[in-house]
C-alpha cells in the first residue's frame, strides 16, 4: 500500500503542471496535464460509445497515456527548433515546424525511449499486475496497436485542437488555420471527423459566443 | 431497385428489379449514378462494403507480415497461458489480484486475436501503378507538396500504418483523401471554413 500511495502522490504533480505547448504560446494560468487527461476521458467515453469498442479499456489508456510526463518533458512539435526568446518563439510558431522524414522518424523514436523510461521509472515500484497492465496500455497508445489505441491516439490530438481552439477566441494567440490543416492531416477516424466538423461550425460561427 | 458496389471499385455490381412501369430512364439513371461513383472508388472514398459493413484494410507487404506474426505469437500465447496453472479465485477472503489479472489478460488476448484475423480476412496488399501512372498520387506514394508556403513530405498509406509523427499519412484522414488521385503539378484545395491548398511538387513510388 506504502508504494500505490507514493505513486498517487507523484502522479498528483500532474494537476499543477502546465501543458508546455501553451506555455510558449504565453497563455496564461493554462490547462495542466491533469486538466488534459480529464478532458480526454471524457471525450474518449463520450464519441466512444458510438464505436465498438472495449471503452474500459480505452479510458483506462486516456488515464495513463501522459502520466510518463511526471519525469519526461512535455514535448511540442516544435522542439527542437524553439529560440529562448520569448518574440523569437512567437516568430517560430507562425509556420508548422518542418522536418525531414528522416528527422521526424528520429525525433519519434527519441520521444518514445524517454517517455517510456519514465512511465517505468514511475510505476516500478507499483504491484505487478498493475504495472504489466499501465505498460501494455501506454504501449498500445503509443504505437496505437488496437483499434482502441488507435482511436484514444487521435482523440488525445483532438482534444488539444479543441482546447487550442478555445485559446485563439480567447487570446487570439494561436495560429488556428495551422492547427485545421494539421488536424486534418492526422484524423481519419469516422466519428472524430465529425466532432471535427462541429467544432470548425463553432468556433468559425460569425455569431461565436464563448 | 438498388445500386450495390463489391469490395472492388473495377467489379461494381448493378442490382435491379424493374417493374415492368419503369423503363430506360431507370436504366440510365443507374449507369450514371455508377459512373459519378467510380473516380470516388478510385481515389479510395469507398472503403466498406455496404453489404457486409467489412472494411478494407490496405497494407505495404511488410504490414502484412507484421500483423501475422503478432497473430501468431498471441495465438501461442494464448494456448500457453490456458494450459498453465490457473491462480485461484479467491485470496483469504478477497478476489485474487493475479486471476482478476489473468481474465483480463485472457479477455484481452481473445478480443485482439479476433481483431487481427478480421484484419487478415479483409487486408488488401498495397500495390504500386504501373510506370506510367506513377505521377498520380495513390496509396504507397511518397510525396513532396508545398503548403503555406512550406514544402512537406508525406507517405500515404492505409489506417493500420499510419503515424503522422513520422510523416504516413492515412488514406482515409481527409488530407489523404483529397490528394488520392492527383498528379505532379496538381494544386488540391482541403476545404473547410480555412481554405489549405496543397501544391503537388513530386510523386514517387519506392519500395
Known sequence: MKNILEFLIKIGELKGKERRGWVIHQIKNSESTAEHIFHLAFLVLVLGRKK???LERA???ALIHDLCEVYAPDLTPYDPLLPKNKKEIMETLKHWPKFTPALKKEKERKKLEVESKSLYVLISKLP???????KNLWLDFSSGLTK??????????????????????????????????????????????????????????????? | MSLRHCK?????????????SRGLGIIFKIIKSTIKLIPLARRGFLLTNPMTQDKRFYLTKEGLEK?????????????????????????????????LSFQEELSFLGSRIAELEYIIKNAKLISFPPRGKQKIINLGAEILVEVDGQSDEFKIVGTLEANPAVGKISNESPVGQALLGHKVGDEVIVSSPIKTIYKIKKVRYLS
Open chain 2, 67 to 99: 500483423i501475422k506474426r503478432e497473430y501468431e505469437e498471441l495465438r501461442k500465447l494464448k494456448f500457453s497461458k490456458t494450459k498453465g496453472e490457473v491462480p485461484k479465485i479467491l485470496h483469504s477472503e478477497d478476489l485474487n489480484p493475479e486471476y
Open chain 1, 52 to 54: 465498438r469498442l472495449n
Open chain 1, 148 to 210: 482502441e489505441g488507435r482511436f484514444v491516439k487521435q482523440a488525445d490530438k483532438i482534444i488539444n485542437f479543441l482546447q487550442g481552439m478555445e485559446y485563439w477566441k480567447k487570446y487570439g494567440k494561436i495560429q488556428h488555420h495551422l492547427w485545421v490543416r494539421w488536424i486534418k492531416e492526422i484524423t481519419d477516424d469516422r466519428s472524430l471527423l465529425e466532432f471535427i466538423k462541429e467544432v470548425e461550425k463553432k468556433f468559425y460561427s460569425k455569431t461565436w459566443k464563448n
Open chain 1, 59 to 61: 479510458i483506462k489508456m
Open chain 1, 128 to 134: 505487478k499486475d498493475l504495472k504489466t497492465e499501465i
Open chain 2, 8 to 20: 472492388d471499385y473495377r467489379c461494381f455490381v448493378i442490382q435491379w428489379q424493374i417493374n415492368s
